[in-house]
């Protein structure tokens, strides 16, 4: 960081973590005791406040009103990788993955839907809600279903789907 009158992005970034770091200190300061600890925590809090002043001071008006607004609508997440640390059953969780492997696992969930039974299941089906929320239009054929029918499906049968992926119309066929 520099005193510019300007500021680029990823200045605007560790300007951020600063705001950050000065809000934590004064969530510390709320829960700690030590005396020691407060007048640690105080310190950091005030070279860090400093340090953002300083900065912000150096720029331009019109600068400091877009660094404002920017920091304004700005926020920081802080995700823990560890999975020993995470609960690893977090449905939360956000997860980056290429479009074509979602795909992929769109289509492997499509063969599970050629099982389902119809009618009630539909309107509670996990796949279904998670290609709508998704907004994938992966392997629908029907337009208009009719109440109780997936419109991820092509037809009213139901199959038995082997791990090859081959429809069979039995349990005795599957090997």
Known sequence: ???APYM?????????????AVQMMDELLKNTTIPEWVRKFKTVR????????ERQNALDSKELEKVL?????????????????VDRDDQRRQV??????????????????QSCPQGDCVKDCQFRLAFHRLGLQCGTSRENPAPGECEFRRDNVQYNIS?????????????
């Open 163 to 175: 791990p090859q992926y081959e429809r069979v119309d039995s349990i005795s066929q599957m090997p």
């Open 46 to 53: 005030t070279y860090l406040h400093n340090i953002i002043e």
């Open 8 to 20: 680029a992005y990823p200045e605007l970034q560790q300007l951020m973590w600063l705001s950050a």
């Open 96 to 113: 980056t993955v290429a479009f074509e492997d979602l795909l992929t696992l769109a289509d492997a969930a499509l063969l599970e839907c």
């Open 69 to 85: 607004r920017r920091a304004k609508n700005t926020g920081i997440k802080v995700y823990s990788y560890d999975d020993f640390r």
């Open 1 to 3: 960081m520099k005193k």
